[in-house]
Structures are given as C-alpha cells and as structure tokens.
C-alpha cells in the first residue's frame, strides 16, 4: 500500500517568515494530496488540496506545490502568524476508499 | 447542519469494560471511517464503510468492531478494552471516498486504565 512520511516532525519559525512541510509518497497512482490542520484540541480540518494535474495551488498565504515525478509535495506558509500555530497532515489517494496520512508536523510561530 | 457529531467527547474505561462510541454525520455522506491518533503516529485507519449495511478493516482493526445499521451512523465497539486502546478517536465522513476531503467529527478521548 501507501507509505507517507512528513518531514519535519516539529518546526518553530519567527512570526512573518515562512515554513515549509514536505511530504513524499510511495504510490504512483496516487492522484489527490489534502493537507489538513489541527489545532489544540480540536477536529482535523481540510485547509488546501490538490490533484497530479495540477502543479501549483495557491489559497492567500498557503500553497501547495506537487511534484509527481519526485512524488513529493509541499505546503507553504508565507507571513505566519500566531494562529497558523498546529498540526499539519498530509495524505495521499489514487481515488480509493481511503487516505494515507502523514505522522504530522507541529508548526509552532513565535510572536 | 451539525456536519460531524461524536459521543461521548471523553470517557474513562477500566480494563475489560466494553463502550460504544457512537458517530452521526447529516450530510448523507456514503463513506464513513473511525481512526485513532496517537502521539508521533499520525492518523490510522481502524475500520470503515462504504455504505449502509458494509464495514470493511483499515490498518489497525484488532480489538474493534463496527457496525452501520444507517446511513447516518457509524458505531465503533470496544469489547474488552485495554491500556493500549487509550487514545483519541475520530470519525470522519466523505461523499466520494478518497476522491475529496474528510470532514472530521471533534473527536472522543478515550483512557484506559
């Protein structure tokens, strides 16, 4: 099956610079990579995705960029603030019943 | 549209106690999953269903049972719980599988001692 790993497990940045979470997959028929935050206590929620036609998404300060032949892909945080402060996941699918996540990386930002 | 709703929110278990926990969604989403999430380990897949009347295994089914007697609900079942199930459990639902994002339910913090 899948194999997802996300690198790096923790990451502290300044508040304004940005951070950047990896993620590489194991499947090549893999097809659509959401990326989800989870903040302290609370629920996972979807906050960008995106599908092997596409290299580049971009939603205001947050894009994912994928790179099939790698099969690896990004999300990008630029001008972080305190409430970007989370979990992040990363999962991966070729269209199936079900996803493969990432361990997580816990994104904190220092004021 | 409550989305996602689990019960209970929290629970205290001894060892050898059974539960249910219990997972509503209101979005007449077909696929429906429980996982656990535990620290440094991710998100992993217990059981999940296609639709109403199916239950299929994920990555870590032993010690778990399920049933969908209704679109709407998705129970996951502890027979004989034990420390290693201590953990918190989400469940989520999706309209098309893993073709679309999950919405999650708040999840359920569940210790066993």
């Known amino acids: 099956g899948e194999n997802v790993e996300q690198h790096p497990s923790t990451l502290s940045v300044q508040e304004g610079d940005s951070a950047v979470i990896k993620c590489t997959y194991s499947?090549?028929?893999?097809?659509?990579f959401p990326w989800y935050k989870q903040e302290l206590g609370k629920r996972p929620q979807l906050i960008i995705d995106?599908?092997?036609?596409?290299g580049e998404k971009k939603d205001q300060r947050i894009a994912v960029t994928l790179n099939k032949t790698a099969k690896h892909f990004s999300l990008h945080i630029t001008e972080t603030q305190p409430e970007d402060s989370a979990v992040y996941f990363c999962a991966a699918s070729r269209g199936g019943n079900q996803f493969y996540f990432g361990t997580g990386t816990s994104l904190t930002v220092i004021p | 549209n409550a989305g996602v709703t689990q019960t209970p929110k929290f629970r205290v278990l001894k060892t050898g106690q059974s539960m249910t926990l219990l997972c509503a969604q209101d979005?007449?989403?077909?696929?429906m999953y429980w996982y656990r999430q535990d620290p440094g380990m991710g998100l992993r897949l217990i059981h999940y269903s296609v639709g109403e009347g199916t239950t299929a295994k994920g990555e870590v089914p032993d010690g778990y049972n399920v049933s969908r007697l209704k679109k709407q609900n998705f129970l996951l079942g502890l027979e004989s719980a034990a420390p290693s199930q201590t953990s918190v459990y989400f469940c989520?639902?999706?309209?098309?599988?893993?073709?679309?994002?999950?919405?999650f339910g708040s999840g359920t913090r569940l210790t066993v001692v």
């Open positions: 979005m007449n989403h077909e696929y």
């Open positions: 989520a639902s999706s309209y098309a599988g893993a073709n679309y994002g999950y919405t």
């Open positions: 995106i599908r092997s036609n596409v």
């Open positions: 499947d090549s028929a893999s097809n659509y």
